[in-house]
């Protein structure tokens, strides 16, 4: 087949790749847009707790659609901030905040 259309709700593998490995080569990592208030939320959760991140503006990026479909797969929401500890979804950036007011963020954050 080919051709120049790529379905959005079938995320390339290089997308898929390109995801799984941002999650597993970051030990924090979000996926965020440079201009959206929960993810700017999530980010000062973090940094609040002294955690260093990585951050990927998906506003930035031409494949920001497929990026979002292929984390909805992963963690049943396509919103942005999706952030991942240790590989694990963590949540959005209203769960970030919390975890770090009830002090497990840090925890999460200095565990292997
Ligand atoms: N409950 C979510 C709300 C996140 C949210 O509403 N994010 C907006 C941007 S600020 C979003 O993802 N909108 C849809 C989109 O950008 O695809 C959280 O706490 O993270």
């Known amino acids: 087949m080919g051709g120049m259309f790529v379905k959005e709700e079938e995320p390339s593998l290089a997308v898929q790749e390109f995801v799984d490995r941002e ?9 965020s847009k440079s201009t959206c ?11 609040d707790v002294g955690a260093t991140f990585k951050a990927v503006e998906l506003d930035k990026q031409d494949n920001q659609s497929a990026v979002q479909q292929y984390l909805a797969t992963l963690t049943g929401g396509s919103t942005v901030p999706r952030v991942f500890i240790n590989g694990k979804f963590i949540g959005g950036g209203s769960e970030t905040k919390a975890l770090k007011e009830n002090g497990q963020l840090e925890i999460l954050v200095q565990a292997d």
């Open 37 to 47: 208030p929960y993810c700017k939320m999530a980010k000062k959760a973090l940094t």
């Open 23 to 31: 999650i597993r080569e970051n030990k924090v990592m979000v996926f």
